[in-house]
């Protein structure tokens, strides 16, 4: 980063125009999809095509945003090229296996789902709940906003208040009691940091995004869902015998459960320590 300083001002604008690019960006790739679904073309490739539109209309705006208000590259924002480190692809798959053995071994039973539409539902959560979301939600947060944070105070208020945000953006549209709220924002939280650290550590967006791609890929998607009953969009349930609100992640689901919580909180400290490493 420069050693000047931006205005308070200009953080406040800067971040509330990225997460704007953000919202609008999905409305439109979620449209384009379904505009393309309706004309006859199949669902999983109208998939492919709306996550596209995803990533490329937000790196758009963002390139826009970098440029016209924040006078600087996209790379100054740590939206590099792709460089991806292979490490950040253990992780990943080690943090969802992690939690998955957790939930399998707090009971349940498999279930089968959705068996008509298993290249529609994989398409969409690979490529557009997954890799798409993974790429533009850190341009977004831990691209651009990270970086003005950090730009305008120091480090440590770059991660942490903007992972806050980040994890009330979660309350939006969720229909959530009190208790839920509370578990949602420290998971919100921690898994924040956590991408953060993750793009300070490589310096760059990409491998925070293959984490977040890989963690929604699981979670987010419906090749597998794990909840407390199953989901007929899904292709496999695991169906959880658990009503504890701190394993199924209360009303908001398992990214806010205690195993998931546990994860953000050990990986991050891995990344932390990997960052102290590097500067000794």
């Excluded at 209360?250 to 919580?261: N, V």
């Amino acid at each position: 980063m420069e050693d000047k300083k931006i205005s308070t001002r200009k953080v406040i604008l800067g971040s509330f125009l990225a997460i704007s690019c953000l919202a609008v960006s999905q409305g439109i790739a979620l449209g384009v999809g379904t505009s393309v679904a309706k004309i006859g073309i199949p669902v999983w490739i109208a998939n492919i095509i709306s996550a596209l539109m995803y990533i490329s209309v937000c790196l758009l705006g963002m390139k826009i945003l970098t440029k016209r208000l924040l006078r600087g590259s996209l790379s100054t924002y740590r939206i590099t090229p792709v460089r991806l480190h292979f490490k950040y692809f253990i992780l990943a798959f080690t943090m969802t296996g992690f939690v998955i053995a957790c939930l399998i071994l707090s009971g349940g039973i498999f279930t089968a789902g959705n068996e008509d539409h298993k290249l529609e539902i994989i398409t969409s959560s690979l490529l557009f709940y997954g890799l798409a979301t993974g790429i533009v939600e850190e341009s977004v947060f831990r691209g651009v906003i990270l970086s003005i944070f950090e730009e305008r105070w120091n480090r440590s208020i770059a991660i942490f208040l903007p992972s806050i945000v980040f994890g009330i953006l979660h309350i939006v549209g969720s229909d959530l009691d009190l208790i839920s709220i509370v578990q949602l924002i420290i998971a919100g939280t921690l898994v924040g940091i956590l991408f953060s650290l993750i793009a300070i550590e490589s310096n760059s967006i990409w491998n925070s995004a293959i984490v977040h791609g890989i963690w929604n890929m699981v979670f987010v998607g419906n090749i597998i869902h794990f909840g407390t009953k199953s989901e007929g969009d899904s292709i496999y349930n695991f169906v959880l015998s658990s009503g504890n609100r701190w394993i199924i992640g209360g009303d908001f689901g398992l990214e806010a459960s205690i195993f998931a919580i546990i994860a953000y909180t050990i990986f991050a400290l891995l990344v932390f320590i990997w960052i102290m490493r590097k500067h000794k």
